[in-house]
């Protein structure tokens, strides 16, 4: 039927009834191509200017890679999330130039490296334990075309690692800050720079963090007005909304 | 001491041991005047490039009466949310060019309009009950010079409505979408644009609403990628944040 | 004890006391068999019309095997949910016509194939990591006599998808929908449909999904009037009353 | 501009290019009219065979009001929830024909009061606190075109009650069960019968019944496999649905 | 000290300034033996009329052994519970005369089996898969000198199941009732007799179960005044007050 | 139809196929009266041996006056409880011998005294702000026919007020304990006596007291074996339950 | 009782079988007087060294009054909290000498203002919300003999504001850190000072704050070490441990 | 630029613009070592007079050491945490002086023993189970120079236990206690003496303890004014705060 749609579509524009920007517009809300277990989405960087992701988890390795391989047919850089060893060693085994990152379980396709950010993009976690997430923002900014400054283990209870970075941070055009335990991170930040940041609860802590919603409550309540959250440990999708703000 | 600071820190300019750039620098992180109750802090404008905010709420109608003179006496534009008649009607009747937008609970001073915006913030509620967050973020995004669009009561539920305002949405370059109850909205909006998705969960609804928290756990749950969150009934926050993301 | 109830049952009838309409309703609320860990209840095919179900988690191989071994000689179909591979394995070596569906953990006995539905039933998930949920409702509705109509991926974010499947679920005379994360799928189906909706959560996701409490709590606050909602997971139960409500 | 794509609609039609029974199908999924604070939607009872409800908590009167003359220009029935007195004067006073209801908080319209449902629908509720949210079911299956039977007040802490009551349970080709407190009654009711059972927490109770989570955890959480559960306090929601399953 | 306390009071009692019963009643308040990692207390059983009971998770196999060793030195009777099935082996191979019950995890030492409970106490669980918890409330209210009746699998969803059994429920002095998913079990049996009865939510279920929660909160909010609770799985504490309770 | 069932029985008694001890087992379990609204259940008290209990919260005063007279033509004592003052006026202006009870909304119609427990019921609470949950559960076991002994504010941060009574507590039969904040009173007491002890959590406290929940949850978690809970604030359900296992 | 443990005592003593010492550290444990509805514990000072408190939220104001007339007459300095409008009247109206502080709801009985704090407690606030419960711990910890430093409005997201109180900060010898929202304040301040700081949350805030859960949750997963957490508005405690940390 | 930083500061001393005391308390706020993955703060120690800490949980043991190194070459002692067998091994294998404590998974490098606590901490347990946690507690106050007093055992259901230790209790300085399920040893130790006490909730429990939650609510509500709360398990932060209070 997808196909009939095209057809049509086509049909409108040699006959003129349909300009070549409309055409476009329309195009950009319709066709996929169908796997039997998901809907590949070949329009979708068309759509959002982005590559296709892969959230790993809950799918087989042998999903993973077929999805994938499709995906690489259509475009040039995949990033596929929350990837075990398994599921890392048969991808990269499959499909050629995929590079996997242990800490944060991803495995990226980065075949077109332009850069397309207007700005930096800075990258920050407050804890070791809080790196793997911190990756995964980064590697996401990166293969959307970012210049990525990443800052390493700088928490609210020692002011003055934070604010011995306060000039790479106000250099930034928007800022990715990863935090788990209490979450205070992203406020101080915040209080220090004008432009977007995006908090990341992480899952990091134990007792009363209950798995990173104390951190997550937290972001939610900052007294920072440019702060907004994504959920506990997603990475992936702080990095991504960063990139989108850092389009020109 | 904030006096000390800044006599000192002209002397080095004056000196020439400072120049012109690393003075603005430094005093982006410095100075404020107490009132006794509240610090109000006239460099932020400066320091985030956006007006001074005050949050009614917690505060008695002279205290946010003299933090709003304060304020005004060292810009042109304010904005004070959550305010009650009562509160409206002192600080209105005091201070001259204030406007009270009752739905919202908000007191506008906007004596300096300049657009300043690239594009164009488009501002959706789920349905008519969420307009008051909405008209928050709104009022917030114009006070911060910008142009914006609102578009009320489009649900998921009818999809066909959300549709047919398809391309005024995809026009906007940064989307707040406000919605109560399952807080779908945002992700059905997310998936159909290309541009940063800032979600506010509001209180709307009763039961398992639990006051806004289905909706805020709906949104961080958004399988929309270009999707981050706010807290609930935050409309300021989101309008705010958008203004930011829409700067040049 | 149960036998005399039985036989003073039938003495009633035999002297006129009761005729056989009231003999059957009376019957439909009495007598179930001993098997000392479980009441093995043969009648629930007459009371309800439908086939035994035996739900695996927390019981030994044995025990499941013992009760369906029962359960088969009473009637043609059984279904046994939330088995583990050892299950399966003991189940299907003792008892012939068993199908283990490891997906979804399903053993079904399929042996009377009549279909009694008046119309079809679609059941819809949102995305690949839904699919074993969706599968066990599947496979309840076609075990109790239904058209089951399956459709993977097709989430809120891509409404595209969506609509592109409108004519086949505007067909269906009941829909089941399972998803996770923030489990808006049902809001958007209902929306687009006048037949019943079930919303099935699943735990799929992370973070603040909560093991499901984001979607459940999402579908609970649905604002599309059609929806109703069962366990998170609860795969059978979105089945089983979607055939119920299947009835002619 | 749903105007030109009804006039595009009819041409086609005019030309043979579209049949009916396809305009009819594509005219299911479109227009809309615009009151400004909320669109006004006449094609639902089309689209789902049922008249517009509003929901009025959170809506001045006087929205109310507007929003119900709308609807009685295009259709005979219409139901406003959660009204209360002021509201209710109002809407009553302005609109002929409408009745309110004080328990439940519903104003009713009732023009058209054909039969059309299949067979009965019971509405049953666990203790007298509970009626306020089984009248707003009643009356929503009511306006609906259902014969409805209430039964009031069988916990099934008095099981003997529910007993007594077996035969028009078992009558009825749907069931609403209101219950607040722990929410049981669904279970045993469910157990009862062979016809799907909606299943409705309510509010009543205090302390650990967290106003309602416990009896919705209950019913979520229920033994018999032919309940679905709506909202907490949701009567409207499980009228409305037992409505859909109850047509023919 | 203690052993002065102890001198002083026999020197008293000696001398006549205390009498038999006085020291007796003081002495139930103080000694207690010290193993360096847990005080062992054998006066407990003088305290509470009960043998002394060990809670063996988070303890090493070697600390309930010892534990164990030195309570069987000074009484006939003692329950282990929560052993697995390594702590089984290490005690029963070191100390004669226990039992170990691996469906509960309880090691029991039963060598003074007097019936002390003036009537029967009845121990009802839903669902086979409630059995466990059942057992250990069973096993408990034996060693306590009871006569134990156990009724398995009678779930609110099969009345006439619960129905049957009216009889040996009324004849109980007390009954144990332990349910998981709803847990309306209690409240059905609360109505139908009018003995106390003992609500133990069990963790079973699934999903919205939420380890017990749902079923903690139903039996909290029990609408049969008759009922109380003690903590999810909570075998021991239902079968210890209700072997209390069943004292003449 | 139960007016049938009683001539049936009645007969069966009169030809002899019923004796009469039989006839009073089925009666049990039979009739109750319809006033449209409540069932009222008159064999209440020889089902459970005691007086009909009215929870007027949720109810108008009308409804509890109906409700009440109907109980008092039928039986000598009967409980109100959360009863405000309103309520109180109407009842006890309407039926002679109701005394209210302001501190805990009791309305008590107490004309028959005798005492009928085995010994005396001790209510203890931990402050003063919980002596109104305290004093519901003191009359509701007074009117059940109870000696009862009430001791005030003795929490646990005071344990030398708590030893002073330890001679009053370990003489009753059974103690009610009332305790909000910590909700610690019931373990410290637990410990202290070999008797049931009936845990009551109240919602006196603030903060993370969570109007009763941490009390519940410190309750549940007692560890002391003795110790059983009713819901927050369930002052009459401790005093009922407390009288049960006080009977001979 | 009690006048014979005293009378017993003091024998003891002129028999010279105790000594004074002894007999001080044991009346320490001891005696309380009776009030009917509370006990008045005049030893506390004794114990504690410290005034005794009255909460006065579920109390009368008689009740309050009276309790504060009996501490009167055996100390010198008293502090009731949570007093309304009409309590402080009775109070201060009847009793000479008591001072009202209405923000945080203050009565203070301070007659006796030895300074005994060894250093300074410095009291802070994160916003001009927060300042009700500051007070409560500023008037605590001076009525307890302390001098107090107190500095409003230092949030996380205005660093600068917090810096440039380092120098009081680090002079304290206890901080008392007062904040709402995300609850940050308490570890940048810790991790500013090396002496101990103990927070309180408060219930400033909206949405996703949940009453002061997030502050709480924030605080109790600081990552500064030197911090440890009160209840939700808590001010009283915070006041009383930071002078019990503060004695000589 | 922090070598800059601290260039110009000692140049200023030299020239004699600042002091020695204004220069030591600037450099508290400064420097710190970057290790890439963590920032190494060795003045820690000068700031806050204690040794770092290092949390091993979510490190490798290679990061661990490497961390450890680092930190030994500028302090004689470290404390690290929750450190599994593997990590255990691989830093006592590699550096020298570190003992390893299974039960609390700390390992200590304890070279300087100075006592410089001025009194004693207590360290108190309410059952075996919680021995981990207050271990953890005694280990770091210990190698924060001070003698504690370890007492394991005394949970509230044995009051005569607690005062058996009352004298033991009654000469800290200061007191740890830690205690799961019910966590109310904190309130009943808090009545007992007049010193601060720190309450640690423990994960010990099962059920609706809900992974120690239960003890943190009840600790948060102890009516003992003398009670302040760190996180769930975090002897740690206790043995820490402990050891600040004592300092002289």
Redesign the interface.
């Known amino acids: 039927?997808?196909q009939e749609q095209l057809r049509w579509l086509f049909e409108q524009v040699q006959r003129g009834d349909v300009d070549v920007d409309a055409a476009l517009?329309r195009l950009?809300?319709?066709p996929?191509e169908d796997l039997?277990?998901?809907?590949v989405?070949h329009h979708r960087a068309l759509?959002?200017?982005?590559p296709e992701?892969v959230?790993a988890?809950?799918?087989t390795p042998e999903?993973v890679a077929a999805i994938a391989e499709r995906l690489l047919a259509n475009g040039p850089n995949i990033l596929i999330t929350?990837a075990d060893r398994n599921c890392a060693e048969l991808v990269t085994g499959t499909l050629p130039c995929g590079e996997y990152f242990p800490l944060s379980g991803v495995i990226r396709f980065w075949r077109e490296r332009t850069i397309r950010g207007k700005g930096r993009i800075a990258v920050v976690c407050?804890?070791?334990?809080d790196?793997p997430v911190a990756e995964e923002a980064q590697l996401t900014a990166e293969v959307m075309g970012n210049e990525v400054d990443t800052i390493?283990?700088?928490?609210?209870?020692?002011?003055?690692?934070?604010?011995?970075y306060?000039?790479r941070l106000?250099e930034a055009r928007v800022i990715v800050v990863c935090a788990?335990?209490?979450?205070?991170l992203p406020?101080?930040v915040?209080?220090?720079?004008?432009?977007?940041v995006?908090a990341v609860?992480t899952?990091?802590?134990?007792?009363?963090?209950?798995?990173?919603?104390?951190?997550?409550?937290?972001?939610?309540?900052?007294?920072?007005?440019?702060?907004?959250?994504?959920?506990?440990?997603?990475g992936?999708?702080?990095g991504?909304?960063a990139s989108?703000?850092n389009r020109p």
């Open positions: 039927m997808d517009a950009r809300h319709m996929f039997g277990f998901a809907k989405d759509r959002q200017g982005m992701v959230f988890k809950g799918k999903q929350r407050a804890g070791t334990s790196m390493h283990d700088i928490g609210v209870a020692g002011i003055h690692r934070l604010m011995s306060r000039e106000t788990g335990m209490e979450g205070a406020s101080a915040g209080g220090l720079v004008s432009c977007p995006i609860p899952s990091v802590g134990y007792g009363a963090s209950f798995h990173g919603l104390a951190a997550l409550l937290g972001m939610l309540n900052s007294c920072a007005s440019n702060v907004t959250v994504v959920n506990i440990d997603n992936f999708g702080a991504y909304v989108l703000i």
